[in-house]
């Protein structure tokens, strides 16, 4: 399980670059589609996964080496669930640009997250 673990943080990260730059075509053009919509859920449900297991190893006795990797964890589901939770008023394109930047503060959360252990 360790393995799996860890080798889904990089896949992560590559998804997660991916949708940035889908979300910043996007808010240039002023929209928000509904496969950014899904996109965005579908890496929320990778990430809630991705934790589930470092919670399993937790709990097995294999905690990662820093508290802050908890931290950035939970920071990083934040960003993306704050694009989603916009109220139905917001623009596109800020809804877009949201994503866009939580995507590229995530994947900078997710070399973070590596790093620690």
Partial sequence: MSDLHAAG????AIGL??????AAIAAVRDRWPAALEWSRRA???ALVAQASIGLALAARGAAPGELLHWIYAAI????????GSLPAEVA???RSWTLA?????GVVLVWRLWASG
Wanted: proline residues 7%; aromatic residues 10%; hydrophobic residues 70%.
């Fill in 101 to 105: 930047a939580g995507s590229a503060i």
């Fill in 92 to 94: 596109g394109a800020r």
């Fill in 76 to 83: 990083l589901i934040g960003v993306l669930l704050v694009p």
């Fill in 9 to 12: 943080w990089p896949l992560f």
């Fill in 17 to 22: 670059a991916f949708l940035g730059v889908a």
């Fill in 43 to 45: 890496a929320l449900v």
